[in-house]
């Protein structure tokens, strides 16, 4: 039975309809206070995390995207917040609910292979972190995040609902980032200089045999990565990635 560790398990509130696949990790805000039993997972200010559906079963949040999309629902009102705020002024998430996010993303990842990217859309082969406005019929001209994409499935009937606001929506990135500082954890110095070395060696295998412009453009790219990762004390398996897609025109 998937239930996250840690959380405060409320007994499932789902009407037993099995997920059909894992694609998405999908944030909401509440517009109230938690919980709220249609997600998964709701996340109150403090970042206590609520669980309210058993992750073999379906939540009811994101209407034709159920049968795969993880949800959770995050608290807006409440002191933390400066009471119930007039909607649309819109209230970040607090740091403790961007850390408890990371920690369900980190578990959602390890159980169900949710991917570490950023979801694009709602279509149904799209995959990652999204947010509900993905799935939203609506004018959203002079907001920053627009709603539903042609060939996007539609996750409410709620015409112009902002969920989860282009605050929150703008912290999806620090979620994200949170998620990968989790699961890749620092490495010691030794760990490190291993991969330099590594690294260095690989730039050079790869930039033999290759035509000038090529080759130019192969090591600038490679440099800026590695100087990424110099700067930053440590390698993301997303460095990696890059270097690797670098060195591999
Ligand atoms: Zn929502």
Request: charged share 20%; hydrophobic share 20%.
């Given at each position: 039975m998937p239930v996250m560790p840690g959380v405060i398990w409320k007994g499932d509130q789902s009407s037993k309809r099995r997920m059909e696949r894992y694609d998405v990790f999908c944030i909401h805000t509440i517009v109230g206070y938690a919980p709220a039993h249609a997600a998964h997972f709701s996340v109150f200010a403090d970042g206590d995390i609520y669980q309210s559906?058993?992750?073999l079963y379906t939540s009811a949040?994101?209407?034709?995207g159920n049968h795969r999309i993880i949800a959770s629902e995050n608290e807006d009102h409440g002191a933390r917040f400066?009471?119930?705020?007039?909607?649309?002024a819109w209230v970040p998430l607090t740091p403790e609910q961007v850390a408890a996010n990371a920690e369900i993303y980190a578990w959602l990842h390890e159980?169900?292979?949710?991917?570490?990217?950023?979801?694009?859309?709602?279509?149904?082969s799209s995959r990652g972190l999204g947010y509900h406005r993905q799935g939203i019929d609506g004018n959203f001209a002079g907001y920053r995040f627009q709603g539903r994409v042609s060939g996007g499935e539609v996750w409410t009937e709620a015409y112009g609902k902002v969920c989860p606001t282009d605050a929150r929506i703008a912290q999806l990135p620090d979620i994200l980032t949170a998620t990968r500082n989790l699961l890749e954890p620092d490495m010691t110095p030794e760990q490190y200089k291993t991969l330099a070395d590594a690294q260095t060696a690989k730039i050079l295998e790869a930039v033999t045999n290759q035509g000038e412009k090529t080759r130019a453009r192969q090591i600038k790219t490679a440099s800026r990565i590695v100087a990424t990762i110099k700067r930053n004390g440590k390698a993301t398996q997303d460095d990696i990635a890059a270097l690797e897609e670098a060195l591999a025109e």
């Open positions: 559906r058993d992750t949040a994101n209407l034709n400066g009471g119930t705020p007039r909607l649309p159980t169900h292979d949710i991917p570490l990217q950023m979801n694009p859309d709602s279509r149904p």
